[in-house]
T-cell receptor, first 115, second 105 residues
Framework: NAGVMQNPRHLVRRRGQEARLRCSPMKGHSHVYWYRQLPEEGLKFMVYLQKENIIDESGMPKERFSAEFPKEGPSILRIQQVVRGDSAAYFC?????????????FGNGTRLTVT | GQQVMQIPQYQHVQEGEDFTTYCNSSTTLSNIQWYKQRPGGHPVFLIQLVKSGEVKKQKRLTFQFGEAKKNSSLHITATQTTDVGTYFCTDKLIFGTGTRLQVFP
């Protein structure tokens, strides 16, 4: 049973470009969470999605960031017009049920570097 | 907003010594989960605590949930080099600040 798959593993973008990060949850999981982690820091919640629904996006910056989890295909975290401060590791996690009782299964993350 | 603080931020121990990290939330938690992240890796689920005052053990690891459900602790007995990593507590949305454990052989 494949785990949570994130790609790409590493992504380099120049300032002003767009970054698209993909996350395929574990089989049977319908809930996806995105987190950002700066070097030597903890994980900051960004957004929580179910299939075709954004449940909680309170941690997502209002501008340039968007997320989706379509009926078919992976969840996508999109960052438009990237800036150097967007450089971080972005982790996706999935769980089979609502947030309260299920452990999170994390992917290996995407390391975004903005030059 | 809700904050979850962990102390200490760093802990260096000699192999065989014990280690404890403390997690304190500014609000009451319905449950708390603990994760371990190895250097360069991703967080891995360790355990979930739900009941007030709950204590759970996993081999050398002991987890405790406070009576008021606002704090928790993780204690490792006789640390090994494989215990190296950062330990986070979380309610799944808000992650604690983490405690980085370094174990010297």
């Amino acid at each position: 049973n494949a785990g949570v798959m994130q790609n790409p593993r590493h992504l380099v973008r120049r300032r002003g470009q767009e970054a698209r990060l993909r996350c395929s949850p574990m089989k049977g999981h319908s809930h996806v969470y995105w987190y950002r982690q700066l070097p030597e820091e903890g994980l900051k919640f960004m957004v929580y999605l179910q299939k075709e629904n954004i449940i909680d996006e309170s941690g997502m910056p209002k501008e340039r960031f968007s997320a989706e989890f379509p009926k078919e295909g992976p969840s996508i975290l999109r960052i438009q017009q990237v800036v150097r401060g967007d450089s971080a590791a972005y982790f996706c996690a999935s769980s089979p049920r609502d947030r309260s009782n299920s452990p999170l299964h994390f992917g290996n993350g995407t390391r975004l570097t903005v030059t | 907003g809700q904050q979850v603080m962990q102390i200490p931020q760093y802990q260096h121990v000699q192999e065989g010594e014990d280690f404890t990290t403390y997690c304190n939330s500014s609000t009451t938690l319905s449950n708390i989960q603990w994760y371990k992240q190895r250097p360069g890796g991703h967080p891995v689920f360790l355990i979930q605590l739900v009941k007030s005052g709950e204590v759970k053990k996993q081999k050398r690891l002991t987890f405790q949930f406070g009576e008021a459900k606002k704090n928790s602790s993780l204690h490792i007995t006789a640390t090994q080099t494989t215990d190296v990593g950062t330990y986070f507590c979380t309610d799944k949305l808000i992650f604690g600040t983490g405690t980085r454990l370094q174990v010297f052989p």
